[in-house]
């Protein structure tokens, strides 16, 4: 029991003084480490798809903080690219996709094994795994199915959220056809990678902020229910976790799904009632603004203390209500890390 990561013994109950924690985009522009390494993979896709480097990227945070977990690196639109949607990244635009995705297109995606373009995601799985200590996680993960539709939809990244809602009203069936076969290529995706080696998986809803309850339902919760059962029914012992950001107290309609084992919580929700609302359901994962650890200082250790105390009696893993942004000093998250660990 010892050696198992405290990570997965939170997902069992276990409560700590000093809870496991880990971070969104632990990995990435704000360690000087990776900003090398990325200047000699070439493109930004190469790197995800070269296991040797992509392995490297995911334990770089884990020698430098060693935090409880480590998130496979990775991008959220690795499964249009394998769906056949050319998938670019253009330095200060970020992400384009081409062409944007009809309703023709449908029925060739539902045709397409992804798991044979992503092999190379599912051997970084494996050489990471390998590479952990027996009490370091490594969690996977995936786009939901929703946000991976709206870039889809909108050639990279959304710029007019109001543009996408609209396009669900006027052509619901197309939506909800495109949603069903992301959400079916999202389980053999995550399936894939726990088989590979990940312990847990969580999968990223940045775009659920702002929709109306009905079309919350039909294009992020009903997907999430779905992929989430169907994982734990073919590996029934691996912890779900989602991160639907912005949902508000929408975020209890995701914790009551079966297949739900953690919730994530963003900077812009009220921790007091996270903690009357999902505490004791689920796990309880994450809330400190992201800024306050480019900042550090007292506002920063305040601020963290609030979640400490607040979910001290409850399973709950430490983490930021969003991921690092590349301004981040790295010794602000080594003070945080001291801090979340000043319990042991």
Known sequence: MADKPKFLRVFEGEVFDAPPVWFMRQAGRYLPEYRELRAKAGSFLDLCYDPDLASEVTLQPIRRFDLDA???????????DALG????????????????????????????????????????????????????????????????????????????PAALRLRFYEDRKFIEDLIDVLTEKTIDYLNAQIEAGADAVQLFDTWASGLPWPVLDAVSVRPLDKISRAIKKAHPETPVIFFPKGVGEKAGEYALLQGCDGLGIDYAMDPSWARANLGGRVVVQGGLDPLLTVSGGDDMERAAQTYLKLFHDVPYIFNLGHGFTPQTPPENVARLVEIVRGGE
């Open 85 to 160: 949607q050319k998938l670019t990244f253009v330095t200060g635009e970020g992400p384009q996709l081409a062409p944007l995705v009809s309703a023709n297109d449908i029925e060739r995606y539902r045709a397409c094994d992804v798991r044979e373009h992503l092999a190379p995601v599912f051997e970084t799985v494996a050489k990471t795994r390998a590479a952990l200590s027996a009490d370091k996680a490594l969690i996977g993960f995936a786009g939901a199915p929703w946000t991976v539709a709206t870039y889809m939809l909108a050639g990279g990244p959304v710029k007019d």
């Open 70 to 80: 480590a998130i496979l690196f990775a991008d959220i639109l690795l499964i249009p």
